[in-house]
Nanobody, 121 residues
Framework: EVQLVESGGGLVQTGGSLRLACKTS????????IGWFRQAPGLEREAVAC??????YYYDLVDGRFTISSDNDRNTVYLQMNSLKPEDTAVYYC????????????????WGRGTPVTVSS
């Protein structure tokens, strides 16, 4: 029933941009904190950004380069990524948590399957 489907990943050169989308269904969109994690090969999964209750939150790795937004009519969350660097190369996962409180505790209820992003130098 619950689905989080990512799209928009791909190959891009250093300094380029990508816009990821997470289309959700099967749960009450506006009641959840929804955002993005990423995981590079051999490295630990790390949180990127999230949005909840109309607010947005960014983790340090974003360094001012990414913007998260949502379209409530489409139950979709976006991640606009600019000024991409090779170290941004990873599989990006959409995730949903019952609240921002739970998100901060890394208590994630739903995961997408991921979309790969590769940034070449």
């Amino acid at each position: 029933e619950v689905q989080l489907v990512e799209s928009g990943g791909g190959l891009v050169q250093t300094g380029g941009s990508l816009r990821l989308a997470c289309k959700t269904s099967g749960f009450t969109f506006h009641e959840y904190a929804i955002g993005w994690f990423r995981q590079a090969p051999g490295l630990e999964r790390e949180a990127v950004a999230c949005t909840a209750d109309g607010a947005t939150y960014y983790y340090d790795l974003v360094d001012g380069r990414f913007t998260i937004s949502s379209d409530n009519d489409r139950n979709t969350v976006y991640l606009q990524m600019n000024s991409l660097k090779p170290e941004d190369t990873a599989v990006y996962y959409c995730a949903a948590s019952r609240s921002w409180y739970h998100w901060r505790r890394n208590e994630i209820d739903y995961w997408g399957r991921g979309t790969p992003v590769t940034v070449s130098s």
